[in-house]
């Protein structure tokens, strides 16, 4: 079984920065892709920025320029900084793996979130 875990989260003021980290662990035979998904009170979940194995990145607009998401593939790990953060960024971020566990499974690994609460 594949499992995800995050950890960074918390409360900043509205300009400030977090970093978050994701490690997915169990397994994987090969790593697809990783992502940043949130999801804020009464709205659905979203994505937020992906990186996919040896592939580009892509991040909402609502993000761009202030969020960047890279990866230590030796570790199956995933990080967001998130900087000059606003209140409308508030939200449970989620992480997800795309992986193969053999040539050919391949599942998705959800992570259990981690609150982003972000003062004005």
């Known amino acids: 079984q594949v499992h995800v875990v995050e950890s960074g989260g918390g409360l900043v003021q509205a300009g400030g920065s977090l970093r978050l980290s994701c490690a997915a662990s169990?397994?994987?035979?090969?790593?697809?892709?990783m992502g940043w998904y949130r999801q804020a009170p009464g709205k659905q979940r979203e994505l937020v920025a992906s990186i996919p194995s040896g592939g580009s990145t892509s991040y909402a607009d609502s993000v761009k320029g202030r969020f960047t998401i890279s990866t230590d593939n030796a570790k199956n790990t995933v990080y967001l900084q998130m900087n000059s953060l606003k209140p409308e960024d508030t939200a449970v971020y989620y992480c997800?793996?795309?992986?193969?566990?053999?040539?050919?499974?391949?599942?998705?690994?959800w992570g259990q979130g981690t609150l982003v609460t972000v003062s004005s």
């Open positions: 169990g397994p994987i035979f090969r790593l697809v892709v």
């Open positions: 997800n793996a795309r992986v193969f566990t053999s040539f050919t499974n391949v599942l998705d690994a």
